[in-house]
């Protein structure tokens, strides 16, 4: 079973940044494509970010773009998602996965994906 596992969410300022990371392990991550997905409660998770397995490609949500950047490192099968200049309506839970389509935007398009670390913007 595939497993993905994100870390470096916490609390920021607005205008601050983090960098959050995703260990993939037990499938072939070089393989798929990755995202990043947000979700706050009682709302549908949405799009943040992709990058092709190959790293030539990225896509981004028009709300980040400018802001965060994806980036991947397959020989050590991670993902990241660098986030300057955070905003409050950026706090949310945050979710790394992989699936077979790029750009996809559609979490359903997606085969895997983790657990979800939070990030909090304090205005």
């Known amino acids: 079973q595939a497993h993905l596992v994100e870390s470096g969410g916490g609390l920021v300022q607005a205008g601050g940044s983090l960098r959050l990371s995703c260990s993939a392990s037990?499938?072939?991550?070089?393989?798929?494509?990755m995202a990043w997905f947000r979700q706050a409660p009682g709302k549908e998770r949405e799009f943040v970010a992709a990058?092709?397995?190959?790293?030539?490609?990225?896509s981004y949500a028009d709300s980040v773009k400018g802001r965060f950047t994806i980036s991947r490192a397959n020989a050590e099968n991670k993902l990241y998602l660098q986030m300057n200049n955070l905003m409050p309506e950026d706090a949310d839970v945050y979710y790394c996965?992989?699936?077979?389509?790029?750009?996809?935007?559609?979490?359903?398009?997606?085969?895997?994906w983790g657990q979800g670390t939070q990030v909090t913007v304090s205005s």
């Open positions: 990058i092709k397995w190959g790293v030539l490609s990225t």
């Open positions: 037990r499938f072939a991550f070089t393989g798929y494509h």
């Open positions: 996965e992989a699936g077979p389509y790029f750009p996809s935007t559609v979490k359903e398009k997606y085969n895997y």
